[in-house]
């Protein structure tokens, strides 16, 4: 059965950095377009990155633009997500997704079930 498996979530300072992984099993995702998503409380869910299946394109959240940089390793099955001067506007459960993104938005057929990135001021 195929599955995501987030981690590298925790309580940061503002300003600090963390570094999400959301690791495979179960079948390879390296054919797959893969993101991250976020949801806090009381909100909807939102993109905040994508990356094709080969890492030559990428796509970003206006909100996370030039703080977080996503990234694969295929050999590893593994997406990560690394992110900087997180701000107190970046609480939230983290998701990682494996899906189809071509033309239009990113479109998830297989989810993780998050991990929690938490900011402190």
């Known amino acids: 059965q195929a599955r995501l498996v987030e981690s590298g979530g925790g309580l940061v300072q503002a300003g600090g950095s963390l570094r999400l992984s959301c690791a495979a099993s179960?079948?390879?995702?390296?054919?797959?377009?893969m993101a991250w998503f976020r949801q806090a409380p009381g909100k909807e869910r939102e993109f905040v990155a994508a990356?094709?299946?080969?890492?030559?394109?990428?796509q970003y959240a206006d909100a996370v633009k030039g703080r977080f940089t996503i990234s694969r390793d295929n050999a590893k099955n593994t997406v990560y997500l690394q992110m900087n001067n997180l701000k107190a506007s970046d609480p939230a459960l983290y998701y990682c997704?494996?899906?189809?993104?071509?033309?239009?938005?990113?479109?998830?057929?297989?989810w993780g079930q998050g991990t929690q990135v938490t900011v402190s001021s």
């Open positions: 990356i094709s299946w080969s890492g030559a394109r990428t």
């Open positions: 179960g079948r390879s995702f390296s054919s797959n377009a």
């Open positions: 997704a494996a899906g189809r993104w071509s033309s239009g938005p990113f479109s998830g057929d297989y």
